[in-house]
């Protein structure tokens, strides 16, 4: 109950409405994912007037995720259930200066690379990882400033990268894969490339056949610990349960369109679930796959039903795929094709419907986001060539995408308080 606590402290905003839809008539073709209904060129629909859809009045309280540190006294790190510092922390100490990897026996995370994970130093609660050289991935309300540290492992100590975060050459939005929207998902250009003397890996995205191999997957969660995220990065475990399609632009006008997808996670009370916190977007959301970090999502947002329970939201990369290779982003995919049926053992649950609420709120002076996606009244707050990567522990498929180098502008979010 103690993060539900935190979650009231936070600044209470005029009360929504909000539209919850059955997704039984959501598909999956090769190129993303789209409800029926809806074309590919993204045009402007009513959801609500979707065949197998029905409104429902929600009464929901939205806070972004990235707020300010006086907004969320008392927030102090992403929250693990039985928590301990050498089964969750990522550093045994020195963070984030001259930070210590922490090589317990007993770490969570002990048989993965973490060093493509880097964080800002301006904001310490601001995560990020990188999916080749020089592109990293991030949730586009909580940016990090323009320059960014990493841990590296062959040198042993804290690097350095810039990038410009105020230009559209190394700032590309995206937008969600039907509607056409910008959503929360963003991709960030390094000025140049990472050094290999600094043995810094970036991470796959992890790209299923079908939509539904996703479900029952196991997560592990990157977040900031101690207050301002200065006791370093933790790291705690849970489950993929469901996927989500948020409508959170235009901040003051709500449209019914849904701009951002996402999956979710809950928190079922198992020993290392997390639940997210202010300050946690933009933090990687990982799948562990035949020993690589498989890269399924960034941190968005957080949420309780009326039932108690806690969601946990992140931006859907692979939903994004289609459109990074459009705009020039470099990535690269796992598994090969001959690990399909290896995915397939895990153990994967049937596909189970979804369900979406999308809404419309204000804010004041923040860059804001609501969430959505649980399945009853809600009150929310936004908490192929084939080549090898050295150092990932794995081969996997890499496209170098062909297209414009530029991306789309990202509007600067200015709500206003209503009091």
């Known amino acids: 109950m103690q993060a539900l606590t935190q979650i009231k402290e936070l ?250 997808y996402t999956i979710y996670h809950l928190d079922g009370g198992q020993p290392g679930n997390t639940r997210y916190q202010s300050g946690d977007s933009s933090g990687p959301l990982f799948v562990p796959w035949n020993g690589v970090l498989a890269l399924v999502g960034t941190h968005s947002a957080i949420g309780t039903d009326s039932n108690g329970n806690f969601y946990n939201f992140d931006n859907f990369i692979p939903a994004y795929l289609t459109e990074m290779t459009t705009r020039g982003i470099v990535f690269a995919t796992v598994p090969e094709p001959a690990d399909y049926a290896w995915g397939t053992a895990l153990g994967l649950v049937a596909f189970a419907a979804a369900r979406r609420v999308c809404a419309r709120s204000s804010m004041g002076g923040e860059e804001f986001l609501g969430l959505c996606a649980a399945p009853s009244a809600i009150s929310r707050t936004r908490a192929s060539s084939r080549s090898s990567v050295a150092g990932s522990g794995g081969r996997f498929k890499r496209r170098v995408a062909a297209g414009p180098s530029g991306g789309g502008r990202i509007r600067r979010l200015q709500g206003r308080r209503r009091t």
Request: charged letters at 15%.
């Open 11 to 260: 600044p209470e905003w005029d009360l929504i409405e909000a539209w919850q839809f059955s997704e039984f008539s959501r598909r999956h073709d090769a190129d993303g994912f789209f409800p029926a209904g809806t074309s590919r060129a993204g045009r402007k629909i009513d959801s609500r007037r979707l065949a197998g859809y029905w409104q429902v009045m929600c009464r929901l309280t939205w806070v972004c995720l990235g707020v300010t540190a006086a907004q969320t006294l008392g927030l102090h790190a992403v929250v693990i259930n039985d928590y301990s510092s050498a089964v969750h922390d990522r550093f045994a100490g020195g963070f984030p200066s001259a930070p210590v990897p922490n090589t317990s026996s007993a770490f969570l995370g002990l048989s993965y690379n973490w060093s493509g994970v880097g964080w800002d130093p301006g904001d310490l609660r601001r995560n990020f990882a990188m999916i080749s050289s020089q592109f990293f991935v991030y949730a586009s309300h909580f940016q990090p400033g323009s320059t960014l540290h990493f841990y590296s492992p062959a040198l042993g100590s804290v690097v350095s990268y810039s990038w410009s975060p105020i230009t559209d050459v190394t700032r590309f939005r995206f937008n969600h894969p039907v509607t056409g929207q910008p959503g929360d998902f963003s991709i960030g250009k390094l000025s140049a490339p990472l050094d290999p003397a600094h043995g810094i890996t970036p991470y796959p995205i992890l790209q299923m056949p079908n939509p539904s191999q996703y479900l029952g997957l196991p997560l592990l969660t990157y977040g900031y610990g101690g207050t301002g995220g200065t006791a370093g990065p933790r790291i705690g475990a849970d489950t993929i349960h469901g996927f989500a399609d948020l409508d959170l632009y235009p901040l003051n006008a709500g449209d019914s369109v849904a701009d951002t």
